[in-house]
C-alpha cells in the first residue's frame, strides 16, 4: 500500500478509522497532540484527490491549520521532523505540502533537508509565476501549480522542477477549490498511482522522470496562470 503524507488542515472526521487514528496536529512550539477533525475542508480536499487519483492509498495527515488558512515556519517544521522521526515502516512514500509560504525560513528549510536526503518525494505548491515561495522553492523539492490547461490525467512542464495539473479550474465551470494547493494534490495523486504500479519514488530525479511522460503542455499559459 502507497501511504503519503499530507501537511494541511488534516482529515474529515469520516476519515478510514486507520487514517483518523494515525493523525497528528503541531503546534509552533513543537508540541503534537491527535488531530482534530478538518475545520478548514482544505486537507479533506487534497486527501480527496489524491485518493481519486490513486484508490486504496493510506493517507497520513499532519495538522497545521486551525480553523484559519494561517500556519507558520515552526508547525510546517515540527510536522517534518516528526515525519522523518517514524520509523521507516511507517514513514510516507512521499509527502504533499499543498501550502507555500512567502519568507525563507532556516528551521523550515533544516526541517526538509532529513527527509530529501533520504529519498523521500516531497511535492509543494507554488504560484506558477511570481516570487518564490517555501518550501517549493528548495532544492530537491517538487514545485507544483494549478494549470487550467490540464485535464485531470495531464500534466504541465513550467521550469526543471515546476510542474502543472489540473486544479479544478474555476474557468471549467467547476466550483470548488482550485489553485496552486490543489495542482499539487494532484500531482501528488499523479505520484502516488506510480510508485503503486511501478514502485516506490526515490528523490526529485525520480518524480521528475516519472512524470515526464504525462507532459501535455511546456512552457507557462498564455493567459493569466490560474494559481499565480
Not at 86 to 95: G, I, N, Q, Y
Not at 183 to 207: M, N, T, V, W
Not at 214 to 228: T, Y
Amino acid at each position: 500500500m502507497v501511504r503519503v503524507g499530507v501537511i494541511d488542515s488534516g482529515g474529515p472526521a469520516d476519515d478510514p478509522p486507520e487514517d483518523r487514528a494515525t493523525a497528528r496536529s503541531f503546534s509552533a512550539d513543537g508540541a503534537i497532540a491527535p488531530a482534530l477533525p478538518d475545520r478548514l475542508g482544505h486537507g479533506s480536499a487534497v486527501a480527496a484527490i489524491i485518493r481519486r487519483a490513486c484508490p486504496g492509498v493510506s493517507v497520513l495527515h499532519a495538522q497545521v491549520f486551525d480553523d484559519r488558512p494561517v500556519t507558520s515556519a515552526l508547525r510546517v517544521a515540527a510536522a517534518l521532523h516528526w515525519f522523518a522521526a517514524l520509523p521507516e515502516a511507517a514513514r510516507p512514500d512521499l509527502l504533499c505540502m499543498s501550502l507555500g509560504l512567502a519568507v525563507d525560513r532556516g528551521p523550515l528549510k533544516a526541517a526538509c533537508a532529513p527527509l530529501i536526503a533520504r529519498g523521500m518525494v516531497l511535492v509543494a505548491a507554488h504560484p506558477a509565476r511570481g516570487a518564490p515561495c517555501y518550501p517549493a522553492a528548495y532544492p530537491g523539492i517538487l514545485a507544483a501549480t494549478g494549470d487550467a490547461r490540464c485535464a485531470w490525467d495531464d500534466v504541465s512542464r513550467l521550469g526543471p522542477a515546476l510542474f502543472g495539473a489540473w486544479c479544478n479550474s474555476p474557468e471549467d465551470g467547476v466550483p470548488g477549490m482550485g489553485g496552486a494547493s490543489i495542482g499539487a494534490a494532484r500531482l501528488a495523486g499523479h505520484l502516488a498511482a506510480i510508485s503503486s504500479a511501478q514502485g516506490r519514488l526515490r528523490g526529485l530525479g525520480e518524480a521528475v522522470a516519472a512524470l515526464t511522460p504525462l507532459v501535455r503542455h511546456s512552457g507557462p499559459e498564455r493567459r493569466g496562470a490560474h494559481g499565480d
